[in-house]
């Protein structure tokens, strides 16, 4: 078995032993919340800033203090922005809430019923974000060749969508899927559309660096037995794709079983 330790997802230089990022968003509390991530594994936790409480409303329970920075790697997002301006204004406000953390994730959506990427803006923003200095991992369509001038901007990770947010729907294009990941070097995570464990044992074994995922954790019914079962498709599908799959045939002539040394069949 490949574990951890000796196959690290890397990311603008750190290194992370689960390759399961996870949203902290849409739970019952903070408490519920915590026991999620716990179970996920997930060392990189995604914050949608424009609607969690991270110290921009003092006095009110903060996410600070249920998942402290010094335990958890933070991912600030823009989720909520249309435009490339305002997911810049964002990052630059969370940038100051967390002292200077640079590692942020960039989305842009099109709009509201879909939420779907709107790629012109979020190129833009990308640009903007990457010249002042922020590490960009970005959500993005399943698009390869937008996906590597993402990469050739200066993101350090790539994001597609498997299908839409908050869908479950699982990939839909496994295709474009390998192609993004075949043609660009900066990890490739799917973000959005995953379900259940198996959707993200998929990614995984397509190839992809990662899975990041909210809704399907936090509106399962029970979210923290989801959470492990996350975790645990995380982790098998990354192992099945290391090991490498048997090729498909539509059936074959050759016995699963040695047959060399068979007893002959008695003659009559």
């Known amino acids: 078995m490949q574990h951890a330790a000796s196959d ?6 750190k290194t992370y032993a689960s390759r399961l990022l996870v949203g902290t968003g849409k739970y019952k509390d903070f408490a519920q919340t915590r026991a999620a991530l716990d179970a996920s594994g997930a060392q990189i936790v995604t914050v949608a800033i424009r609607r969690t409480n991270i110290g921009q409303q003092a006095g009110e ?15 600030p997002n823009t989720a909520g922005c249309y435009t490339a301006e305002d997911a810049v204004r964002t990052l630059r406000l969370a940038r100051e809430l967390l002292d200077g953390h640079a590692l942020v994730k960039l989305e842009v959506l099109g709009d509201a019923e879909s939420l779907y990427p709107n790629m012109p803006e979020t190129l833009l923003a ?7 200095g922020f590490q960009v991992m970005v959500y993005c369509a399943d698009d390869p060749i937008q996906a590597k001038m993402l990469e050739d901007i200066g993101c350090v990770a790539v994001m ?7 869908s479950g729907m699982g990939i839909l294009n496994p295709w474009n899927l390998q192609l993004i990941i075949e043609r660009i070097q900066v ?4 973000d959005a559309g995953v379900g259940t464990a198996s959707d ?15 809704t399907a954790i936090a509106k399962a019914h029970d979210p923290i037995r989801m959470a492990h079962a996350m975790r645990l498709g995380v982790q098998a ?3 099945a794709f290391l090991a490498g799959r048997m090729p498909k045939k539509f059936y074959s002539a050759v016995p699963s079983s040695p047959i060399g040394g068979m007893i002959a069949p008695k003659q009559t």
């Not at 690290?8 to 230089?13: E, F, S, T």
């Not at 990890?187 to 799917?190: E, H, Y």
Request: charged share 15%; aromatic share 4%.
């Open 8 to 13: 690290p997802l890397i990311i603008a230089g």
């Open 61 to 75: 329970p903060s996410l600070l203090d249920a998942v402290p920075p010094s335990q958890f790697t933070y991912l």
């Open 126 to 132: 990308a640009r903007t974000l990457v010249k002042d």
């Open 160 to 166: 597609p969508l498997a299908s839409l947010i908050g």
């Open 187 to 190: 990890p490739v995570l799917v």
């Open 200 to 214: 993200a044992a998929i990614a995984m074994e397509l190839g992809c660096d990662g899975v990041l995922m909210n």
């Open 237 to 239: 599908g990354r192992d």
